[in-house]
């Protein structure tokens, strides 16, 4: 029949075609199902992520702040408590957080209390200070958290403001005028007097000088020299210092002089135990510096946190409570005794070269 084979042909085709069709859909087909595919993902991911959420696990922090008013260079105390499931370890912000423009002194370690249905209360104090007049507050801090199973999560505070005045009275604003200078009517004395103390001082001098070599001659001379009575170790002798300390009563007579021999009794001991130059370094050179000398961290820290302490009584105007200064002065024990055992960096080597 004419054309028989070029409508076979067409059949095959259109045959061949279908079950193309039906082996390989077309690209649109596949992109949308691909789109369904993920649109159904991303609907079900925050379902996801909070079934990994411990429920339950922490409640919302309270934070104080107190005092609300403060003048400069007062202590303030930041305070954040947390309730939480027992199985959970709360870590409160460091010394990176931002405090409003505070500055933080001091990171008192958390301490834990049973709370209602068998939960845990955990409390984290923090000493602030400002040395800025105004009004601060510090911001949401978050709060970290990890649960027994190693789930780990994170809650914020809420803000806490406080305002902060100058020590200076109403209407001190400005610089008051220098005295004037007080007349003396008499005339100058005569310069015959002091030329005769000086006189009289060298003479008596001559005369000490020549006695003494008089005395150093006729004296028989010494088979051997004295040996030296060594030095006490520079803990021994800090130790010393803080007994002499606690038992003077500068903390209730004189509190600047009280905390002016904390810091130099810190300091020095420092210098002779690290050898480094602890008397004549600022807090943070002091950190670093520890740190160099093989001071642990948190001695050194103490020990800056004590000595900005000790500045601030001395130059700020500050007046510690009196329990403060006792506690400050336990902190300078303690500096000593944390760092007692403690090998200076660098000894270790040359021991061993001395040994080999």
């Known amino acids: 029949m004419p054309g028989s084979g070029s409508h076979g042909s067409t059949c095959a085709r259109a045959a061949y075609n279908a079950g193309v069709h039906r082996r390989f859909p077309p690209p649109r087909r596949v992109a949308a199902a691909l789109a369904l595919a993920c649109a159904a993902l991303l609907a079900l991911a925050p379902h996801a992520a909070r079934a990994q959420q411990p429920p339950d696990a922490v409640s919302t922090p309270s934070v104080t702040l107190a005092p609300a008013t403060a003048t400069v260079g007062d202590r303030l105390a930041l305070t954040i408590t947390v309730e939480h499931r027992a199985d959970v370890t709360v870590t409160g912000p460091g010394f990176g957080g931002d405090y409003g423009g505070l500055d933080l002194v001091q990171i008192a370690p958390p301490s834990d209390a049973p709370a209602a249905g068998g939960r845990v209360r955990t409390t984290i104090v923090y000493t602030l200070a400002a040395f800025r007049t105004g009004s601060f507050t510090v911001p949401p801090l978050t709060v970290p958290y990890t649960t027994a199973d190693g ?50 001082f060298v ?100 020990t800056a946190n004590l000595l900005e302490q000790c500045d601030a009584v001395q130059f700020a105007g500050f007046l510690p409570a009196p329990e403060r200064r006792e506690a400050d002065l336990t902190a300078a024990y303690e500096i000593v005794q944390l760092t007692t055992g403690v090998q200076p960096a660098g000894s270790a080597p040359e021991a061993a070269e001395a040994g080999s």
């Open 151 to 200: 789930r780990v999560g994170s809650v914020a505070t809420g803000q806490a403001s406080v305002t902060v005045r100058s020590v200076l009275a109403v209407g001190d604003g400005d610089l008051r005028p220098l005295k004037p200078q007080l007349d003396i009517d008499a005339a100058a004395p005569s310069p015959v007097a002091p030329a005769l103390f000086v006189a009289i």
């Open 203 to 302: 003479a008596l001098t001559a005369a000490g000088y020549v006695l003494h070599r008089r005395i150093a001659a006729t004296r028989p001379p010494t088979l051997a020299a004295d040996a030296a009575a060594p030095a006490p170790p520079a803990d021994a002798a800090a130790r010393e210092a803080l007994d002499a300390l606690a038992s003077s009563g500068l903390a209730a007579r004189d509190p600047v002089e009280y905390y002016a021999r904390i810091a130099a009794t810190v300091r020095a001991y420092l210098s002779e135990r690290f050898d480094f130059a602890a008397y004549a370094m600022t807090r943070s050179e002091l950190e670093r510096g520890a740190a160099a000398a093989g001071v642990d961290r948190w001695p050194a820290r103490l």
